[in-house]
Structure formats: C-alpha cells, structure tokens
C-alpha cells in the first residue's frame, strides 16, 4: 500500500457522507458532519512547536477519536506519528504533522478518517453508514 500523503486526508474526508466543508480564516479546511469538525487543518499554535527552533509547525492536522483510550493507543505508540499538546488534554482527538502524514499508509489513513467521522456523525448516519459496509 502507498504511503498515505496530505491529499489523501482531503480526499478521503470528502468522501464520506454527509460532509461539509468550513475554510478557516486563515484558508484551513475543517470537514464536518452535522455541524460537529471531524477532521480539521490547524493554524500554527503556539502549543504545537518543533523543539529545536521553537517554530510552530503550520502543518499540523486534527482527527476526532472515539475514546481516550483510542487516543492514548494513538499517541503513545511509537510507531506512529501521532501526538496531543496539553491543550488537548481531555479532547477526544490526536495530532499529525502533515510532514509525517506518510509513516501511515492510505488504508491505515482511511480507517482514521472513518474513526473520526464515526466519532462525531449522529447515531443514525453512523449506523446507516457502518449498515452499508455490512458492519
């Protein structure tokens, strides 16, 4: 499988059903169902830093989870490129660099995809999509 890239996000989030897109003030894209952001490009933040330089990474990207216990397996896996700052401490969601977006690849990318619209689609539209894909 390809590694995953930074279009794939894009694609993949637009894909899913009932999907609305907000741009930001600041031209980053946020995908949302029924209202609620699933998966959103961030602005640079100052909680978000590289530590050698103290620069604030312009490219990180936010995934809903469904649990706590979803995301620690996220980000405590060293194996993957995912990582919280304390201002998402008690947030259901994890972070990526776009930079790193390809340690995953597509199929893994979209299983997150999914996971985050999951996590934030209504009950029905969850049901009605996981019903379509014999879940």
């Known amino acids: 499988m390809p590694p995953a890239r930074v279009q794939d996000v894009h694609d993949l989030a637009e894909a899913m ?6 741009t930001g003030g600041a031209g980053n894209r946020v995908y949302q169902v029924g209202g609620k952001s699933f998966v959103f490009f961030r602005t640079p933040r100052p909680d978000a830093v590289d530590p050698a330089t103290g620069e604030r990474y312009a490219d990180v990207i936010v995934f809903w989870v469904p649990s706590d216990d979803d995301k620690q397996a996220l980000v405590q896996d060293p194996g993957t490129p995912f990582f919280t700052t304390p201002h998402f401490d008690g947030h259901p969601s994890v972070l990526v660099r776009g930079s790193r977006i390809g340690e995953l690849d597509r199929a893994e990318l979209a299983e997150i995809v999914q ?4 996590a934030q689609a209504s009950k029905r539209r969850a049901a009605q999509w996981l019903a ?3 879940l």
């Open 17 to 22: 059903p009932h999907v609305t897109v907000v």
């Open 115 to 118: 996971d985050a619209w999951l």
């Open 132 to 134: 379509s894909r014999g």
